[in-house]
């Protein structure tokens, strides 16, 4: 990835601030006030990123010789900025960071009895923002007021540093800037972790509930009891906004049953907790455990505790796993959980408020099927209900969501954002829907993404993505979702899908796959006129195993009994 | 405030401008004893001092400070530095 960063005024190149971006790409930082051009020119392939300053869009001499025109101007003024960006988003095809700032020095008694100007011009700004990312997929926010608030305005901001430079920002306000930065790419380049795995004694609540009982552990009431309430109120928001809680402790299953059954301060239930690990055993066994359970790998799990030890533990033996440093006091815990980063995601879908229930119902199978006689019977008793999910904009955003999170049921690992989903399907006419499935064990919400685009040859598509949550495999709806894209394919008059599978570091269930679900190897066939490089974008024959293609109108589809909807076969 | 001395001055220098190389002895380093100690590298340096030192200079120091002996005197006056 490549970073253009454009400003109102002037940020320095070669800061040593800019180093932890460095971890992206490469970094361009753009001449003062060259934000005009960084917007308008030819920079759609790289990743820009605004630093907007309001006083620098701020018309100060009409301002100064016609006050009544003010908000006027304002407007005017905002629009103007705002129109340039427009042209940037229309012909983007990387991402856009706008980092805006609207504060300014002001004593009190101003805004005591009415909103300033300055205020109603940031409000402006910072609804248009937001009005443009509901409409542009690749855009993303980074308000420098609640940034530079957490650190101090007067630390990240420094007049001294404008008049010497034209930068509005100190050393430490860079780094800030600089960190808001990581953070968004960061999030963009990888989904969020998905499950908070949380120590119970001195954790969730204060003491030891083995030595103190439910009576006497720290928890509500008053004092530093308070902390650990407001610190379980944070974890239950991240489980509503779909974060799966887990329980790793050393304790007896029993004490801590019946703190969550029992103690009237306690805010997590234990309905909320998806796996645990209560016993005496190494945590390292825990979160293999639980990692396993919900079938997640490890670089998936957040783990806090409050003994430095398990946690240097766990940073040693399990080095893919999460492990937040907390900070000592206890009181500083729930803003220190509700700004980790790593449980942070860019958007929240109707999906995320169900995560809990749904991988509890991932469990439940799990255990069922490991117990049934027949799989295949199995699998006809659960009555699986799937349903095709046409992508737009409504569910644009979980599409997006399931290319950056899955894993292991994914052939190619393409991770599409939704603006590359969306030219995909608009202006290349691909091919592309989503699948939902409900069974006995529950709704499991949408699962599964197939995208299939057009090829230099005109009667073959490609597979670009075919991937489904880890949550229902082992159900053959891999086989159903084939089914629909064959329909599809068919409708649209293709004769044939050429697909590959990608290997990555964690996707080997999809590895057999396209051989087991009727696909052969391209030279096994001869429907191809056109070099496979012109088929497959960014083939590589030294690095990719052999394609495979099916033949649309005599593919065979295995398993397809279960699903008593599944289109016809020809 | 930490109190720097010249090894420690050198060190910033190193890490401000990673790929420059320069004679660490010299008693004249400045804004242009190497190419990447110009006026934008000059404002980051003192940037950077600043925040290692736990000092503040002025307007009229960050125009006017432009070489390793000016940053020694900046810190002296503020009982920063030490031999």
Redesign the interface.
Same mark, same amino acid.
């Given at each position: 990835m490549r970073i253009r960063l454009t400003c109102t005024s002037f940020l320095?190149? +070669?800061?040593?601030a800019w180093r932890q971006l460095a971890g992206h790409a490469e970094l361009d930082v753009g001449g003062y006030g060259d934000w005009p051009a960084a917007l308008c020119g030819d920079y759609g392939d790289l990743t820009l990123v605004w630093v907007v300053f309001l006083d620098d869009l701020l018309p100060w001499d009409a301002f100064l010789k016609d006050e009544t025109r003010a908000t006027e101007l304002l407007n005017e003024a905002i629009a103007g900025a705002l129109s340039a960006l427009d042209r940037r988003l229309e012909a983007a095809r990387a991402p856009t960071l706008v980092a805006w700032l609207g504060w300014a020095p002001d004593t009190p008694i101003r805004s005591a009895r009415r909103l300033r100007l300055r205020e109603m011009a940031a409000a402006r700004l910072s609804a248009e923002l937001y009005d443009r990312a509901a409409k542009y997929s690749g855009l993303y926010m980074i308000s420098l007021d609640a940034l530079f608030a957490q650190e101090g305005m007067r630390h990240c901001l420094d007049s +001294?540093?404008f008049?010497?430079?034209r930068?509005r920002l100190?050393?430490?306000g860079l780094k800030v800037l600089a960190q808001g930065i990581d953070s968004i790419l960061g999030r963009i380049e990888r989904a969020a972790s998905k499950v908070l795995v949380l120590d119970c004694d001195n954790t969730l609540w204060g003491g030891v509930v083995g030595e103190l009982g439910v009576g006497g552990i720290a928890l509500g009431q008053d004092g530093i009891g308070n902390a650990y309430v407001a610190f379980q109120r944070i974890a239950k928001t991240l489980a509503s906004h779909g974060t799966l809680l887990a329980i790793s402790s050393k304790n007896e299953t029993s004490d801590v049953r019946n703190v969550f059954g029992q103690h009237p301060s306690m805010v997590l239930r234990w309905e909320d907790i998806t796996a645990y690990r209560i016993d005496w055993r190494e945590k390292s066994i825990h979160l293999r455990e639980i990692a396993a359970d919900l079938d997640i790998g490890l670089d998936s799990l957040v783990f806090w505790d409050d003994n430095p030890l398990e946690r240097e533990k766990i940073r040693a033996e399990l080095p893919k796993v999460c492990v937040p440093e907390p900070p000592k006091e206890v009181a500083d815990w729930p803003e220190a959980l509700a700004s980790l980063d790593s449980l942070a995601s860019l958007t929240t879908t109707a999906d995320d408020w169900h995560k809990t229930q749904q991988y509890r119902a991932r469990a439940a199978f799990v255990s069922e099927a490991r117990t049934a006689a027949n799989a295949e019977a199995f699998l006809a008793g659960i009555g699986m209900q799937p349903r095709l999910v046409e992508i737009d904009a409504a569910t644009l955003s979980r599409a997006a969501q399931l290319c950056a999170k899955t894993n292991q049921f994914n052939l190619r690992l393409a991770r599409h954002d939704a603006a590359a989903i969306e030219t995909m399907l608009q202006q290349r006419s691909g091919i592309g829907f989503l699948v939902g499935l409900k069974d006995k064990f529950g709704d499991h919400g949408i699962i599964g993404l197939a995208l299939a685009v057009p090829t230099q040859q005109t009667d073959v598509a490609f597979l670009d993505t075919f991937l489904m949550s880890c949550r229902v495999l082992g159900r053959h709806l891999e086989a159903w979702m084939l089914a629909q894209l064959q329909r599809r394919l068919r409708l649209a008059g293709y004769r044939h899908l050429v697909a590959q599978f990608v290997p990555g570091e964690r996707n080997s269930p999809a590895a057999g796959f396209l051989p087991a679900h009727g696909f052969i190897r391209v030279s096994e066939a001869s429907a191809l006129s056109t070099p496979i490089a012109e088929i497959i974008p960014a083939f590589d024959g030294d690095r990719h195993d052999e394609p495979y293609i099916a033949n649309i109108e005599r593919w065979t589809i295995p398993h397809l009994e279960l699903f008593p909807n599944a289109p016809a076969q020809s | 405030m930490h109190p720097l001395n010249r090894k420690r001055l050198i060190e910033i220098l190193h890490d401000t401008f990673p790929d420059a190389v320069f004679d660490e002895d010299d008693a004249h380093l400045g804004l242009g004893s190497f190419p990447q100690w110009d006026s934008l590298g000059n404002f980051n340096l003192l940037l950077q001092v600043e925040e290692a030192a736990g000092v503040r200079l002025s307007s009229e120091e960050i125009s006017e400070t432009k070489s390793l002996a000016a940053i020694i005197d900046c810190l002296k006056l503020r009982n920063a530095y030490v031999d």
């Open positions: 320095p190149d +070669r800061s040593p +001294r540093n008049y010497a430079s930068c100190s050393l430490t | -």
